[in-house]
């Protein structure tokens, strides 16, 4: 799944480290979105409450482009619909 994640975004989202997160470069957000999605609550089955898959998979963001006011992030579902859920109890 192909999402745009703006610069404002960003900053929430690195806010929800325990450390600062320097966002300069595709592979810095790519990075901050891989340590963002091991909170993905998993249930002991292997299950998460943001997708029905059988399993955990094995990565969750696949790569990230810069664009002028953001970045364009291919990203799991799952981490998507967790993405959301962070940014709307904002």
Known sequence: MRIKLKTEQLDILAKR???EVML???R???G?????????PWDETGLNKFDNSPRRPGRLTFSVE???DG??????????????T???SE
């Open 17 to 19: 480290l325990r450390f």
């Open 24 to 26: 300069q470069q595709p």
């Open 28 to 30: 810095d957000v790519r």
């Open 32 to 40: 901050m979105l891989d340590v963002l999605g091991k909170d993905i």
């Open 66 to 68: 810069a664009t002028k």
């Open 71 to 84: 970045y364009i992030c291919d990203i799991h579902p799952a981490l998507a619909q967790y993405i959301h």
């Open 86 to 88: 962070l940014l709307a």
